[in-house]
C-alpha cells in the first residue's frame, strides 16, 4: 500500500512560534514556569514541555510567582491584568494571526461596530477574542445562527483563524441579507486555509484518509470532516498506536495529513505504521487476474490498451477472448472528426461494456460512457466542493462554448472572463480551469463559470499584491482600462488607478493622450490603502522632470520660439516643451496698452519670446513679446541708420530710463497678479 501524505501538514507557524518560545523561557528559566491551559491542542506536545519544565494550569490563582507563558490560542486581556498585579512574567507566545484578530476585534468594538465572531463559542481562542472588545462581541457558528443576531447598526465580523473559509463565506453571505452595513475582516490563517485545500485534494485522489492531531484540537477535527466530506473513510487519531489494520485491508493508496499541532515525529511514527500494513494479497491478486481470461459483462467498466485505430472505429484489447470495437461516436461527448485526435495505439483506456456480443459476435464498447460515468461523480463532488474542473473547449455555439470535462458541458459567454470577450474562437482546443455551477444528470445538463475561477485568483493575487506592495516600489503593468480622470493598470492580477494628474508633467486633457489599451509600462506605486483595497500609481515619477534642466535650456536674455497654450486676464501662458510653461504677461504682450490678451495672440498660435527670470523651484518662468519686438525693431534701427547721436554721453538712451522704470513696476504687479491667480 502507498502512502501519500499531504503537502501542507503539521505544525504550522504560530504553533512552532509558540513551542520556540516556550523552549527558550526553559533556556533562560528564573522561577517556575506555567502555561494557563494547555500550550496548544496536542496532549504529546504538552506532556514533553512538563518533562522539560513547563507545568499547565487551569486557574491563573493557581499561580503566585515565576512566569507565565501565554498559550498559542491567546487569552482575554483582563487575565493579562491579573497576571501583571500578581507580578508574574509574563511571556507571549499567541500566534500573530490570532492577535490580528485579537487587535481588529478590539479596534471595531471601538469605532463603534457590533463585532460578530465566526467560530466555535467554546474555543480558547475564540473566548479571547471576545474579550479583547470587552466581552461585547457575538458568536455564530454557521449560517443558521445568523437569524438569531438582534443587531442594530454596523455590523463587524471576524473568523476564528482555523474557520473553513467556504463556512466564513456562508456566514457572511447570509448577513449580508439582514444587516445593511457589514465590515468584513477575513481572519483565517492562510497556513490553515492551505493546510485544508491539500487534505481536500489529498482525499480525493486516495482509498483511506488518517488525520493525525490531538482529539481536542479543532482544526484537526476540521482536517477530519473536510476529509469525510469527500467521500473517503476517514479516521482522526493522536498517535500511531490507534491504527488500525483493517481500515487499510484490500487498499492500494492511503493518505496521511495533520493538524496545526501535530508534530513530524508523530506525523511520521503514523506513516511508518501506515506502510507496514501493507499486504502481498495485492500483488497475488494481479497475477491471478494476469492469468485469468476476463468475462465481461454488459455495464462493466474495464480498462483496455488500444492495438488499432481506424478511420471510424477503435480497437481495444481488454483481455478477453477478441478485441472489442468503439465506435466512433462512442468516443467523445463532443462530435469526432477522427478517431487519431481521441486515441492512439498503446493508450490505456477505460471503456464501458455495450454489448458483450452483438450480432456478430462482437464486444462492442464506448469510451466516451466509461469517462461520463466517472465524470458525472466528479462534476457532482466539483458541485459540492467548489473545487474547479478542467476540460476542453470542444466547439463555439450561441450564447457560450461547449466543453468536454468528461461530459458535454456548457459555458456561457458571460462567464469565460472576469470580463466581455468579443470573440470566443480563441478558446478552441484550449484546456480550461471553471467552476461548476448547476448540474441535472437526469437533463444531462452542466454549467460551468471560468469567470468564477478566475475571479478567485484575482482575489488571491490582490491579497497577496496587497500584503508585499511597498510605496516608491517602481513595478511593470499593462493598462486595461482608460477612463475621464485616468487608467487602469494591472501590475501582476491586480489593478491599480493611474490618475490623470500622474501621468504627465504637463497637462493633458484624456489619458488616452499619454497611454492605450494594452500599453505595457512602469509605474511607481504612491499609496496603498489596505483597508480599502485600493492602489494609487503614477507614471511620471519614473519618467524625467523637465523641470530639472530649465536653467541650462531656457538662460534669462535667450529668445526661443513657443505656443500659446491658454489665455488668462492677467497674460497668455506659453508652452516651451511639453511639461514646461511660462508666462508672458499681459504688460509684456506688446508695447502698447493692451486690455484682455487676445487682442495680441490666441491658442496655438507660435510666437518668439524672450526669457526674463526662471525659478525652477516654483515652476515659473517670465517671458516677454514685447522685449523681443522691442531688440528687433532697435537691430533694424541701428543696421538702418548707423548712427548713436541720440544716446547719451553714457550710452544710455532717454527711452531705455523710461522704460526700464515701467518695467520694474509692471514686473512688481505681475508678481503680485500670479501669485494670486497663476493656474
Known amino acids: 500500500m502507498e502512502v501519500l501524505v499531504a503537502c501542507k501538514a503539521g505544525f504550522c507557524f504560530g504553533v512552532n512560534r509558540a513551542i520556540e518560545t516556550a523552549l527558550a523561557t526553559v533556556r533562560n528559566r528564573d522561577g517556575p514556569i506555567y502555561t494557563l491551559g494547555p500550550l496548544i491542542h496536542n496532549p504529546q506536545v504538552v506532556a514533553y514541555l512538563e518533562e522539560m519544565g513547563i507545568k499547565e494550569i487551569g486557574d491563573i490563582e493557581d499561580i503566585h510567582e515565576g512566569t507565565l507563558v501565554i498559550r498559542s490560542h491567546g487569552v482575554d486581556p483582563a487575565l493579562l491584568d491579573i497576571a501583571a498585579n500578581k507580578g508574574l512574567n509574563i511571556v507571549d507566545a499567541t500566534c500573530p494571526y490570532v492577535r490580528r484578530a485579537q487587535v481588529l476585534a478590539r479596534d471595531l468594538t471601538e469605532e463603534g461596530y457590533q463585532v460578530v465572531v465566526v467560530g466555535d463559542n467554546n474555543h480558547p481562542e475564540v473566548q479571547g477574542i471576545v474579550g479583547w472588545t470587552g466581552g461585547k462581541a457575538l458568536v455564530v457558528e454557521c449560517p443558521e445562527e445568523v437569524s438569531r443576531l438582534e443587531i442594530k447598526g454596523a455590523v463587524g465580523v471576524v473568523a476564528q483563524t482555523t474557520q473553513p473559509l467556504k463556512n466564513f463565506e456562508a456566514v457572511v453571505m447570509a448577513m449580508r441579507g439582514v444587516f445593511l452595513e457589514i465590515k468584513v475582516c477575513n481572519t483565517i490563517c492562510k497556513a490553515t486555509a492551505e493546510r485544508q485545500l491539500a487534505a481536500q485534494k489529498l482525499a480525493r485522489q486516495v482509498d483511506v484518509m488518517v488525520v493525525v492531531g490531538g482529539a481536542n484540537s479543532a482544526n484537526t477535527r476540521k482536517l477530519a470532516g473536510i476529509c469525510r466530506a469527500m467521500g473517503t473513510p476517514s479516521y482522526h487519531v493522536e498517535t500511531a498506536k490507534e491504527l488500525d489494520a483493517v481500515w487499510f485491508r484490500g487498499l492500494k493508496v492511503a493518505g496521511l495529513t495533520a493538524g496545526a499541532s501535530t508534530p513530524d515525529w508523530i506525523i511520521e511514527e503514523v506513516r511508518k505504521r501506515m506502510s507496514e500494513f501493507e499486504e502481498k494479497i495485492d500483488q497475488e491478486e494481479e497475477m491471478q487476474d494476469a492469468m485469468e481470461v476476463k468475462a465481461v459483462r454488459h455495464g462493466e467498466i474495464v480498462t483496455g490498451t488500444v492495438v488499432h485505430v481506424g478511420p471510424d472505429e477503435v480497437m481495444v484489447d481488454v483481455g478477453a477472448k477478441s478485441e472489442g470495437i468503439i465506435p466512433i461516436r462512442e468516443l ?267 487682442e495680441v495672440v490666441t491658442e496655438g498660435e507660435e510666437v518668439n519670446v524672450k526669457v526674463l527670470s526662471v525659478d525652477p523651484t516654483e515652476k515659473r518662468i517670465r517671458l516677454s513679446i514685447r522685449e523681443v519686438a522691442k531688440e528687433k525693431q532697435d537691430k533694424e534701427y541701428r543696421d538702418y541708420s548707423g548712427d548713436k547721436t541720440q544716446e547719451s554721453s553714457n550710452g544710455v538712451t532717454i527711452g531705455d530710463v523710461v522704460g526700464n522704470l515701467f518695467d520694474k513696476q509692471e514686473e512688481e504687479q505681475e508678481q503680485d497678479v500670479e501669485n494670486q491667480q497663476e493656474q
Request: net charge negative; hydrophobic share 40%; aromatic share 6%.
Open 332 to 598: 467523445s461527448c463532443c462530435d469526432v472528426s477522427s478517431p487519431q485526435d481521441i486515441v492512439k495505439v498503446g493508450d490505456e483506456i477505460e471503456v464501458y461494456v455495450l454489448k458483450a456480443e452483438d450480432n456478430e459476435g462482437k464486444l462492442i464498447l464506448s469510451k466516451e460512457k466509461a469517462e461520463a460515468e466517472k465524470a458525472w461523480v466528479r462534476v457532482e463532488e466539483a458541485l459540492d466542493s467548489e473545487e474547479p474542473v478542467e476540460g476542453i473547449v470542444r466547439d463555439v455555439v450561441k450564447g457560450g462554448l461547449l466543453v468536454d470535462v468528461g461530459v458535454r458541458s456548457f459555458l456561457p459567454a458571460s462567464l469565460v472572463e472576469r470580463g466581455y470577450v468579443e470573440d470566443l474562437s480563441k478558446y478552441l482546443g484550449q484546456t480550461i480551469s471553471a467552476r461548476v455551477i448547476e448540474m441535472n444528470r437526469g437533463r444531462k445538463k452542466v454549467i460551468l463559470s471560468r469567470k468564477a475561477v478566475l475571479e478567485e485568483e484575482y482575489a488571491r493575487l490582490r491579497q497577496e499584491m496587497l500584503d508585499t506592495l511597498q510605496e516608491n516600489q517602481v513595478v511593470k503593468g499593462v493598462v486595461r482600462r482608460l477612463t475621464q480622470f485616468g487608467a487602469f493598470v494591472d501590475i501582476g492580477g491586480v489593478d491599480g488607478l493611474l490618475h490623470i494628474s500622474e501621468m504627465s508633467w504637463y497637462r493633458i486633457n484624456h489619458p488616452s493622450e499619454v497611454v492605450k489599451v494594452g500599453d505595457e509600462i512602469e509605474v511607481m506605486v504612491l499609496r496603498v490603502d489596505r483597508e480599502n483595497e485600493k492602489i494609487s500609481l503614477g507614471l511620471k515619477q519614473v519618467l524625467p522632470n523637465p523641470w530639472d534642466t530649465v536653467e541650462e535650456k531656457y538662460t534669462v536674455g535667450s529668445i526661443i520660439k513657443a505656443k500659446v497654450v491658454r489665455l488668462a486676464p492677467f497674460g497668455a501662458f506659453v508652452q516651451l516643451e511639453p511639461g514646461v510653461e511660462g508666462l508672458v504677461h499681459i504688460s509684456h504682450l506688446a508695447d502698447r496698452h493692451v486690455a484682455k490678451p487676445d
